[in-house]
């Protein structure tokens, strides 16, 4: 029986910052140590959140199959085309006077409902065979902030966004389309000041980590990933409302994993990150830019073979935007992103950057396609029909959804139609960075493949064109009934041919939402 071994192309350092934007609540920004207002009540509770429902439909995604097994002993496809998915997010948050904050953020009964489970996509983040993918009720965020005289102090378990998102991503900003979701926690504690005093623009802040979860790590199954964030940056600090809308800085994360199954992980991480805008001549709308770049280099003997017992990860990636913005009327964007791949999984080095899943690019091509295939090419290397044991590192072969070895350009626009109604048009347009190879083919076949079986020189992964209307309708008080449709449509490129060369066929999905903010 041959042992599947994965080779070394496994994107290692989705999340290797997590929560790198350290004065940076969930979802506002706020500028750290500035003076607190001595005005307002002494003790104020809100408790926003929302419900949501939808429903999703989706064609027929063929996937790869297990070489020797029977083809009726494996599923020739994911066995799945649609889905309904619900979920309950309260935000409640306690304010003391100025300088006191207790927040709390956390799912309840986040359900997902298919025709019929995903077939052989175990590792997949979310395979859609769990009625309650984190349990019934999932805290995400629980922590508490001082506004101290020398700034800003948070302990507790957080999640942040940094820059676009590409790498540490809260999981709770919305896109143009799709869904917001995932989010990688910690458990931290932080410190943010203005070095120059309260009046200055740049801002300083450390923290330590303790991961909770996160693309590769799970602390409730036994990885303990530790952490240290130093942060620098620039911002407005007389920003009193979106101070992510202006701000430069640069982070660097120091990362040491040692998972369950006793492999461990070192890595450091430096983001570059912009965040700009500049008011049209209108005075009404705005254009604004923005652009993260991210490297890492570390050491692994997570994915080791019979050829290298450590492997050298060295992998970059990056994204920029551009637009126009006026948001009573429309918003019109261009982003673009790179994320380096490994044509050669097998000489000693990981190449393959991932951006992070929460980062959500269209609705099709990355964040259905690619994540079911790779996690189908994890289940292929612990197929126990070739495998005495789990291959060494499978859980780092799906992509969760995030970009990975892959550029893309992608355009969006948003037009407001009346009071209640937004159109919402989109692309994207993508390209594998190096061949477009399955780590798991070269260890099964001798050659590289792609995750189909085919030619992996061929790097065209298609077009994908997205469309939706959107709805809010307010209710009396702060409540607003939301609601709309959104689908997609793929033309696959050769990188999805299979081994006979045959294209993979057009892809669609279509999703229909509604539910209430509060």
């Not at 490129?493 to 294209?503: K, L, M, P, Q, S």
Request: with cysteine; hydrophobic share 45%.
């Amino acid at each position: 029986m041959r042992r599947a071994s994965l080779p070394s192309s496994l994107a290692l350092v989705v999340a290797l910052a997590p929560a790198a934007a350290l004065a940076q609540p969930a979802r506002q920004t706020t500028a750290p140590a500035q003076p607190p207002a001595p005005e307002g009540p002494l003790l104020r509770i809100g408790i926003p959140g929302e419900l949501q429902l939808r429903y999703t439909a989706f064609s027929t995604y063929a996937l790869a199959t297990t070489p020797g097994v029977a083809p009726s002993a494996q599923p020739p496809n994911l066995g799945q085309n649609q889905y309904v998915e619900s979920w309950l997010r309260l935000r409640p948050e306690l304010s003391i006077g100025a300088r006191f904050k207790l927040v709390v953020h956390l799912d309840v009964a986040r359900a997902v409902v298919p025709d019929a489970p995903a077939q052989g996509v175990g590792l997949a983040r979310e395979p859609r065979t769990d009625l309650f993918p984190y349990g019934v009720v999932d805290l995400r965020q629980a922590y508490v902030e001082w506004v101290s005289p020398i700034g800003v102090i948070r302990a507790g378990q957080q999640a942040f966004n940094l820059g676009l998102g590409i790498v540490a991503n809260d999981g709770d900003h919305a896109r143009v389309f799709n869904d917001y979701r995932y989010g990688d926690l910690v458990e931290r504690v932080s410190v943010a000041t203005r070095p120059g005093g309260s009046s200055s623009n740049y801002v300083l802040a450390v923290a330590g980590d303790l991961v909770y979860r996160d693309r590769l790590v799970r602390l409730t199954e036994g990885d303990i990933a530790l952490q240290g964030v130093l942060s620098f940056f620039w911002q407005d600090h007389a920003c009193r409302a979106d101070c992510e809308r202006k701000r430069v800085g640069v982070v660097a994360t120091y990362r040491d994993v040692s998972f369950a199954n006793g492999a461990s992980l070192w890595a450091v991480l430096g983001d570059v990150f912009a965040r700009w805008e500049w008011p049209m001549p209108d005075r009404v709308g705005r254009v604004f830019a923005g652009a993260e770049v991210a490297f890492a280099y570390g050491d692994t003997d997570v994915a080791r073979t019979q050829y290298f017992s450590d492997q050298r990860v060295i992998q970059f990636g990056g994204a920029a935007e551009f637009g126009l913005e006026r948001d009573d009327r429309y918003r019109i964007a261009i982003e673009a992103g790179y994320a380096s791949g490994d044509r050669n999984p097998v000489d000693g080095d990981q190449r393959r950057f991932t951006f992070n899943p929460g980062h959500r690019v269209g609705l099709l091509m990355f964040p259905e396609v690619i994540a079911m295939q790779t996690a189908r090419s994890a289940a292929i290397a612990t197929d126990p029909a070739l495998t005495a044991r789990p291959a060494n590192g499978a859980f780092l072969l799906p992509s969760q959804g995030g970009v990975a070895g892959a550029a893309y350009i992608n355009p969006t626009a948003r037009v407001n139609v009346g009071r209640n109604f937004d159109v919402r048009a989109g692309a994207v347009i993508g390209v594998a960075t190096t061949d477009w190879v399955d780590p798991v083919s070269v260890q099964l076949y001798g050659t590289a493949r792609n995750y189909r079986g085919g030619d992996a020189s061929r790097r065209d992964l298609g077009v994908e064109l997205d469309l939706g209307l959107n709805a809010r309708f307010p209710l009396p008080g702060s409540v607003a009934l939301t609601g709309g449709v959104q689908g997609a449509v793929m033309f696959p490129g050769h990188a999805f041919d299979d081994a006979a060369g045959n294209c993979m066929g057009t892809q669609a999905l279509a999703t229909a939402r509604m539910g209430l903010t509060f």
